[in-house]
């Protein structure tokens, strides 16, 4: 039956199965490199011992030999490459001391002493929802990096004390039990994956690397349910069954409320630059006010990217009731920790984390209400305002104003006017966002989040949901349609008046990402990457600042059209004629990676423009990249498609 314990034999089994598994791909790409090496060692014993069938077999022997060679230090640089990745230290988050965190460090010791395993050596707190150990594996050499606890800031400003030493015993407890030393091990090769650069790479090796990924992947999820409930058990036993139920389901709904709040909110628009002052407190608000909500939805399995599935879930909820010797109503044994705060500044920690949430150009702080209208109104006021230069560009500067439209389709040049924008680029379905923001601008508007589902809805004046695209499908070249909309307007109080166009020519670049201490044509400076091109500033800031820190002081001090202006190395992707992407050399691969993990690895980038000058861009020792900025720069550049 499901709800039983998973024995101590078959969690033996599991443990062996998961170590066997990932030590078999060294095994393997080992294996295969000497039989490639034994087949060109065989073909030339065998032209030496027969030099008289030469002239027949010196065509195989002289392809054969290098073939087989070749494959041979292929499977062997494989074997380099996936022992390097199981052995990669990359620490992230923000290391948090004993006096920044006596309450939770004090947790974190009982926990593991209650669990008999080693404590961490280092808490680090991540902007993203996150829980969980990190350990390097023993059984590859000597441990490269220590054994670190990570946590999110949202589970640190949703959970209760009694949630989180729930959490902590159960992420103790993959460490626990009498088979401990190999289940160690499995756990930890659980954290670790086959190396991405192997798999990447053409030729045999790659082949049986992303053949064994497949079948270590199974072998993980074939044992994962076991070693959870496994896990689930024995903290259980320290904390209560309840306590872990409760935990579990907890983590899965801030799993919920995170996945929505990020998407729906901080994700909001890309290329707005404000970001919501407080943000952990207003995640805490949106979660709480719709836990019935978020609770639904992980019932039925409506979350993508979740902690843990919706049947997995009910499945260890069912093993945890069934445990006979661990009664639902367990007591929750008081912690060591009372009295001591979990964190001693918990706000100043946030104002570290929280920029790290939201793309480079985000400098502007706002109230959540005042951030949740500029999310919401900003982009259609960008879309609007080139609706507005369409109109200048048609018909001249004095009309990009909304009356405007209106007087010439009641003059029944509705027609010609509708033409040219048309030729001009400009689709009608703008109206709509002209309309909505001269709603907005005057004050018409009330923009508020759903009381349930936490979507935000805009109304009118009259509590009604607004509709800018209904008044704006009213409006064809018909005259009297200029007269429908005006009365719409004016019913809802639109000031006609405020409906214009400003009169700056475009929207300015707004940065998404950057890379800083690159090398740019032989000169070493950081690379602002924008949505509409590259920004390159000569010159490195210190190099005690992180890349974000460092960008974002700049951008905050300087316009970026006053940095564009100042500098001559601005590239808009429309001028980019040609441009590839070469990776980290083979060399690199053998001789530093295994020497200095935390070291980005270095790439060339080439960019030809359309007047045919070509422009590189190298990594250096020093180069660091923001999130997500290589994948901005390759979207830029066109290489995504």
């Not at 991405?196 to 993980?220: N, T």
């Not at 007591?331 to 705060?341: H, K, M």
């Not at 004016?490 to 950057?514: I, M, T």
């Not at 422009?615 to 994948?631: F, G």
Request: glycine content about 8%; some cysteine.
């Amino acid at each position: 039956m499901t709800s039983r314990a998973p024995s101590r034999g078959r969690t033996l089994l599991d443990a062996l199965l998961v170590v066997g598994v990932t030590w078999g791909a060294l095994v393997v790409l080992c294996v295969a490199g000497l039989a490639a090496a034994a087949v060109a060692g065989g073909l030339v014993w065998w032209a030496a011992a027969s030099p008289s069938a030469l002239p027949a077999t010196g065509g195989l022997v002289l392809l054969g030999v290098p073939v087989a060679l070749w494959v041979a230090a292929d499977m062997w640089l494989g074997v380099v490459l996936v022992y390097q990745g199981l052995r990669v230290d990359r620490p992230f988050g923000y290391s948090l001391s004993y006096e920044a965190a006596p309450g939770l460090w004090a947790m974190v010791w009982e926990a593991a002493a209650a669990l008999d395993v080693p404590p961490p050596a280092e808490i680090r707190v991540t902007p993203m929802l996150n829980l969980g150990l990190d350990s390097p594996p023993r059984s590859v050499g000597r441990p490269v990096g220590i054994d670190r606890l990570y946590i999110g800031m949202p589970v640190l400003a949703m959970a209760t004390p009694a949630d989180l030493r729930a959490l902590l015993a159960r992420e103790f407890a993959f460490f626990a039990g009498t088979e401990g030393r190999l289940r160690r091990e499995a756990f930890r090769f659980r954290l670790r994956s086959l190396s991405r650069r192997a798999a990447e790479r053409r030729g045999p090796a790659a082949l049986l690397v992303r053949w064994w990924i497949e079948v270590r992947r199974w072998a993980l999820s074939t044992t994962s349910l076991r070693t959870k409930r496994s896990a689930d058990r024995a903290a259980a036993g320290i904390v209560g069954a309840v306590a872990i139920r409760h935990a579990l389901w907890s983590i899965a709904l801030w799993s919920a409320a995170w996945e929505e709040f990020v998407a729906g909110r901080l994700s909001a628009d890309q290329s707005e630059v404000v970001a919501p002052r407080r943000t952990y407190a207003a995640f805490t608000d949106f979660a709480v006010a719709r836990l019935e909500y978020f609770g639904r939805r992980v019932t039925e399995g409506m979350v993508p990217g979740l902690w843990t599935d919706a049947e997995e879930l009910g499945t260890r909820f069912a093993a945890l009731a069934a445990e006979a010797d661990m009664p639902p109503d367990a007591p929750v044994p008081p912690t060591g920790a009372t009295g001591l705060p979990m964190i001693t500044d918990f706000d100043a920690l946030a104002s570290v984390l929280e920029p790290k949430l939201f793309t480079l150009g985000r400098t502007e702080l706002l109230d959540w209400p005042d951030y949740l209208e500029a999310v919401t109104a900003r982009p259609r006021r960008r879309v609007a305002e080139a609706a507005y230069r369409g109109l200048t560009a048609v018909a001249g500067p004095d009309a990009a104003r909304l009356s405007f439209v209106l007087d010439e389709v009641a003059a029944g040049r509705g027609a010609m006017l509708f033409r040219a924008l048309n030729t001009a680029g400009m689709p009608t379905a703008w109206f709509a966002e002209m309309i909505w923001v001269a709603a907005f601008d005057s004050g018409v508007l009330d923009i508020r989040e759903d009381d349930d589902t936490g979507e935000v809805a805009v109304f009118d004046r009259d509590g009604k949901f607004f509709h800018a695209r209904r008044i704006a499908d009213l409006l064809s070249p018909a005259p009297e349609s200029a007269v429908e909309v005006r009365a719409a307007l004016e019913k809802l109080g639109v000031d006609l008046a405020l409906a214009h166009g400003n009169p700056y020519d475009a929207a300015d670049p707004v940065p998404c990402s950057g890379i800083v201490a690159v090398d740019v044509n032989g000169v070493v400076g950081d690379l602002v990457i924008t949505d509409v091109g590259l920004l390159f500033l000569a010159g490195t800031g210190p190099g005690a600042e992180g890349a974000h820190d460092r960008l974002a002081t700049v951008l905050s001090r300087y316009p970026i059209r006053s940095l564009m202006e100042r500098s001559a190395a601005w590239l808009p992707w429309s001028e980019v004629f040609r441009a590839s992407v070469s990776g980290p050399s083979v060399w690199w691969e053998l001789t530093t990676r295994s020497r200095y993990r935390v070291k980005e690895s270095p790439r060339r980038v080439r960019i030809t423009t359309s007047d045919m000058r070509t422009h590189v861009i190298r990594w250096t020792d020093r180069t660091e990249s923001l999130p997500a900025a290589l994948d901005f720069l390759t979207h830029g550049l066109g290489l995504d498609h």
